[in-house]
């Protein structure tokens, strides 16, 4: 199934080149079936590369998806026109009286900085204490992840001595948990940033569970315990050349940066990268919009606050009306 984004969205052509299926607004206003309704909070400052990321992951599921993009009003990127903002993306005065099935909250290049001075720190605290009531379940990507579990459980980043950079071998510590369900034992996934959270930071909130974790990257995906807030902690978005931009940019400004581990073949940048972690990537976002999103939300989303309170009903209907 699609998902359904605005006509004029430049991914559109992208991923319609690729064969993957998308749905104007104007083909899903004749389908009678309520698509799921995702909300991403876009912090990467390159938009249309992470859009058509995202929509890549999230169209190649047998769901229907409604995807609105989210910018902050209280920062303007540089890297995109205001009239591009205006076009595709709303800002939260647009959506606080909406409700969704999901938010997706990116990562950014702003974690060497306190959570405090980050220009639109105090407008990310609104929108995640406005998605307490008006969303069913989250999903924190990197540094998104970062600020997440700081406002939710107060727990802070750390600075690394090096960017952590590449692609890392992890492992399933809870096999049984949905969000990993046919992950192999051992799985790849990029990572692309210079803090961490800490282990016995996360283990001393008994509400946390910790899912996955790499002996090289550290903390990969946390989740707590009712599941409604999943954080990962690297770029499992990521495409095939994403890594190799970011390194032959910092190369370019003369930054100190390492080739990004695991990630070229022979690691010989000349002879390009080499993809081990779309399959569990893909899985990550089809098992999260199926179990943690799909399956637990009501079809009638003004019942929303209901529903977390009580929890998942089996028995309720989700997203087809059977009356």
Request: proline share 7%; with cysteine.
């Amino acid at each position: 199934m699609p998902v359904k984004i605005s006509d004029a969205l430049p991914a559109r052509g992208i991923l319609e080149r690729e064969n993957i299926f998308v749905m104007t607004e104007k083909r899903a206003a004749s389908q009678d079936i309520r698509p799921l309704r995702l909300l991403i909070l876009n912090l990467m400052p390159l938009k249309t590369s992470t859009e058509t990321s995202l929509l890549r992951r999230l169209s190649n599921t047998p769901l229907q998806i409604e995807v609105d993009f989210l910018r902050t009003a209280t920062y303007t990127s540089k890297h995109s026109s205001s009239e591009y903002l205006e076009e595709f993306y709303k800002t939260f005065d647009e959506v606080c009286k909406s409700t969704y099935d999901g938010l997706i909250i990116t990562g950014a290049p702003v974690e060497t900085m306190e959570f405090e001075q980050v220009g639109y720190w105090d407008e990310l605290c609104k929108i995640m204490s406005w998605a307490d009531e008006h969303v069913f379940a989250k999903l924190f990507l990197c540094w998104g992840a970062q600020a997440g579990l700081y406002y939710h459980y107060g727990i802070g980043k750390q600075p690394l001595p090096k960017k952590k950079f590449g692609v890392f071998k992890h492992r399933v510590l809870v096999p049984n948990t949905p969000l990993l369900r046919g992950f192999d034992d051992r799985f790849f996934a990029p990572h692309s940033r210079h803090t961490e959270v800490r282990r016995a930071d996360v283990e001393a909130v008994g509400e946390l569970h910790i899912l996955s974790d790499s002996e090289e990257a550290g903390l990969y995906i946390v989740s707590s315990e009712d599941g409604r807030q999943v954080f990962v902690f690297g770029h499992p978005e990521y495409d095939k050349d994403t890594l190799d931009q970011e390194y032959r940019r910092d190369v370019g400004k003369g930054l100190p940066i390492e080739i990004p581990a695991n990630y070229y073949t022979d690691d010989d940048p000349a002879k390009g990268p080499m993809v081990n972690w779309y399959s569990h990537a893909q899985l990550l976002y089809t098992n999260w919009l199926n179990y943690y999103v799909y399956q637990t939300t009501p079809f009638d989303l003004s019942l929303l606050p209901a529903a977390r309170a009580h929890g998942p009903s089996p028995a309720a209907p989700r997203h087809i009306r059977l009356d």
